[in-house]
């Protein structure tokens, strides 16, 4: 079947291509900046085009509008073909999808297949993959396996977020905005010279949104105001150069203080996926528990020494640790019904929440060697080590604990990995690695859970090996069009799933490891002295032993599973272009397909019977054989467009509007007509003034349309949604020196 689908996606490649051909045709300006991109997929900073790899990159003023309206790291979802990234935590725990692969796993200790690497260090706590984007550079996102310079945890791709670096130019910006919600977010960054080959660079962001959903629930433990949070983040680095040496260290630290999701009792109507005639987004009824606050802070440390003649040896150190308190009320009401249909009913109230404590240490050492001829080659060495204590609270309708279950997970991945390049000619350039990766991880779980039949404590280990690798081709078609194809191969480390508070099944589960196969072909081309730029792939993968998560059900569970396999194919395209001075273009769109392949594989649907199942039950199980992978869209687009007009001072005014674009999603594994996300479709205008010294005046809004879509949500015991935010408008202004 892989077969049918690689040959089916090679297809719609040849059609892509031609499409391509065809946009070379209009007469683009000769004059203005061109779209060249330069990335560092290959750890190492190389034109986009000469990369045999998916990726699309967002930087400059694409990440100021984004980042206008106080958003978390989750605003770059549908922002680049194939990535989709939502939360059921809210600010401090972003989930990432590329094309259909991810995790909806809600549990601290959760894995998902596509890693954040910030600014060369890979982040594995969900947790601390939502430091806040500021003064940054380029957020990269690759697509596909990157097993070999990036290791186990990217069978799906890397979401790579790359800092401004220190210069020996004095200079920097400010900025402030203020918006609906009494939304302010201010960020600041300067950089200059200390001394000979001393560089420091400082930068900062504070963001603030008030409580703007009402609780109208006015005697249980919750806020009568939710949904607001003071969110503050700094970054110092010092960069230092002399002769063959340099270095760069890196402290950083988070600051944040909100609410929890606010989840939405009985939002949807029962038998369809529409929200109740009801609903209003800016109210809600909750009794349980609301409270979130983190704290974080890191360190990294990257050396580089050159010899002459050999080549270049890398050591990038990094440790990061934090602390996150979420308690939130999970049943998203306030009144206790049956059958609990209507907005703020539920079957029983559930208030949960924890305090987690993740700690990461990694080195990676990698030795660059110069080339040798046509052959270039890098190898290298890494040690990742975690360690997490997290506790799971459940609380009683008066707000006390009654079960508190703590867990001292230990984890260790060692690699070895060596990756070469080829020139056997001026027009074909040939690329390949592999990476041997060893994991170990321990759970000790202790405490008092509510079930009986549960006995603690009880310690868990699993261990796991794996090679991975790719092998790709680039062949020079032309000076402006390359071609590409792509052979690469992914690990996810296996797993233990150690919620026992809350499962009414007193098992601690524990999953093998996950491996992906993938196959890409791609084209990427510039045209009219690089002022259009188009790329596009064709891409077939096959993971085995595929780790789900079965989130929710009649037992309020996150039960760990593996799938015999589930397969994906699919088209991405992304264009940049400036067909006429002052107007730039960017646009990005990508059709996949998932599909879950295990006939024998049950899962436990909605509970209290109150959502429409689709799939066939068997033994009270949701047969899930065929499904798409859940939050996976067949479709994501997005599109931008800047103008500007000159003016006789110097300055400009320019209009800049940004839109994205993701078909129906399901929430779950099983389907049900309820947990369908509708299609969703949001854009944003930013209006401004830019004068001759770097200043810039503007207003701006987000959502403008204001529309309001289900994001997730949660099957336990009622028909619970999280939605979007509204529209929001606003004033910034920035001044750059």
């Not at 170990?440 to 280990?461: A, C």
């Amino acid at each position: 079947m892989l077969y049918r689908k690689s040959r089916h996606a090679l297809a719609l490649m040849g059609g892509v291509s031609t499409v391509i051909l065809a946009f070379a045709v209009p007469a683009y300006a000769q004059d203005g900046d061109t779209v060249e991109v330069t990335i560092t997929a290959t750890r190492r900073t190389e034109a986009a085009r000469d990369v045999p790899v998916a990726v699309t990159a967002i930087s400059g003023e694409k990440l100021d509008i984004l980042n206008s309206s106080g958003q978390d790291v989750r605003m770059l979802s549908g922002r680049t073909p194939s990535l989709i990234a939502e939360s059921s935590f809210g600010r401090t725990f972003p989930r990432f999808y590329i094309r259909g692969l991810g995790n909806t796993d809600y549990d601290v200790n959760a894995a998902q297949p596509v890693s954040v690497v910030y600014d060369d260090v890979a982040l594995e706590s969900p947790m601390l993959k939502s430091f806040p984007i500021f003064d940054v550079d380029s957020v990269e996102v690759l697509r596909g396996p990157q097993g070999t310079l990036f290791g186990r945890n990217t069978p799906a791709g890397v979401v790579k977020i790359n800092s401004a670096k220190p210069s020996d130019t004095f200079g920097g910006f400010g900025s402030v905005s203020v918006g609906t919600y009494s939304t302010t977010n201010i960020e600041a960054a300067m950089t200059g010279p200390i001394a000979e080959g001393l560089a420091f660079r400082l930068s900062g962001q504070i963001q603030h949104r008030d409580d703007w959903v009402e609780n109208t629930n006015t005697t249980g433990l919750a806020d009568p105001m939710l949904e607001g949070y003071n969110d503050q983040a700094a970054r110092a680095q010092i960069s230092y150069k002399s002769g063959s040496f340099d270095a760069l260290l890196s402290v950083h630290g988070r600051d944040l203080e909100g609410t929890p999701r606010v989840f939405r009792a009985g939002i949807f109507k029962q038998g369809t996926n529409d929200f109740v005639d009801d609903f209003d987004v800016e109210k809600v009824a909750l009794d349980g528990v609301t409270s979130q606050s983190l704290s974080s802070s890191g360190i990294g440390v990257q050396l580089n020494y050159y010899f002459d003649g050999l080549g270049t040896l890398r050591s990038i150190t990094g440790y990061e640790t934090a602390k996150v308190e979420s308690s939130g009320d999970i049943d998203g009401g306030d009144t206790y019904v049956f059958p609990p249909l209507g907005l703020n009913n539920a079957l029983f109230p559930s208030s949960t929440g924890g305090v987690s404590k993740p700690e990461e240490l990694s080195q990676e050492v990698r030795f660059e060697f110069d080339p040798w001829g046509n052959f270039s080659a890098q190898v290298g060495l890494y040690f990742f080590e975690q360690k997490l204590f997290y506790n799971e609270l459940n609380y009683d309708g008066a707000g006390a604990v009654n079960a508190n279950v703590a867990h001292e997970n230990y984890q260790t991945n060692m690699g070895l990995f060596v990756s070469g390049e080829y020139k056997p000619s001026d027009l074909l350039t040939l690329r390949g690695g592999l990476r041997f990766s060893a994991d170990r991880k321990t759970d000790e779980i202790s405490g008092t859970p509510v079930l009986t039949g549960v006995t603690l404590p009880v310690e868990n280990t699993v261990r796991g090996d794996n090679v991975s690798g790719d092998l790709s081709a680039t062949y020079e078609l032309s000076e402006n069009i390359n071609l590409y194809g792509r052979f690469a191969t992914g690990y996810l480390g296996p797993a233990i799933q150690d919620r026992v508070n809350f499962v009414f099944t007193p098992t601690v589960p524990t999953v093998k490891e996950q491996t992906t196969v993938s196959y890409e072909a791609g084209v990427k081309s510039v045209f009219f002295d690089r002022k259009l730029r188009l790329d596009a792939s064709v891409y077939s993968f096959e993971t085995q032993d595929l780790q789900l998560t079965a989130v929710g059900g009649t037992n309020n569970s996150a039960k760990l599973i593996n799938a015999d396999k589930a397969i994906g194919y699919g088209v991405e395209f992304d264009m940049t272009a400036k067909p006429m001075p002052n107007l730039l273009l960017t646009a990005g769109a990508s059709y996949n397909f998932t599909e879950i392949q295990d006939p024998t594989l049950g899962v436990g649907p909605c509970g209290s019977g109150m959502c429409t199942v689709k799939d066939p039950i068997v033994g009270g199980l949701a047969m899930i054989d065929g499904n798409p992978l859940p939050q996976a869209p067949k479709y994501v687009a997005n599109f931008t467009a800047r103008y500007a007009w000159p003016l006789d001072n110097g300055g400009q005014v320019f209009a800049y509007t940004d839109w994205f674009y993701r078909s129906e999603v399901n929430f779950f594994l099983y389907e049900a007509v309820e947990f369908e996300g509708k299609p969703e479709f949001i854009g944003g205008l930013r209006l401004g003034y830019l004068s001759d010294n770097g200043t810039e005046f503007a207003v701006f809004v987000r959502n403008i349309t204001d529309e309001i879509r289900a994001e997730s949500a949660i099957d336990f015991n009622n028909l619970t949604g999280m939605v979007n935010d509204p529209r929001t408008f606003g004033l910034s202004i920035k001044k750059s020196f």
